[in-house]
């Protein structure tokens, strides 16, 4: 069962195979920023990256 792993133990996997130095995985960042400077920096980003192309919701009516 899950109660069997630490909570962490994904995020080691990830890094592991990554070679991610511990000092990356185990102290991460804590973004000061609102939800909506977030959400704002999510939208950036995927109007930089052109999401659209790949946003398979939107075949579902959706979309984003």
């Known amino acids: ?5 630490p909570p962490w ?11 991610l130095p511990p000092a990356v995985y185990r102290k991460p960042r804590v973004l000061k920023e609102t939800h909506d400077q977030r959400c704002d920096r ?8 052109g999401w659209e192309r790949f946003d ?3 075949a579902l009516g959706g979309g984003s």
């Open 56 to 58: 398979w919701t939107a």
């Open 42 to 49: 999510a939208a950036e980003w995927k109007r930089q990256f």
């Open 1 to 5: 069962g899950q109660s069997r792993f």
């Open 9 to 19: 133990f994904g995020r080691e996997v990830v890094a592991g195979m990554l070679d």
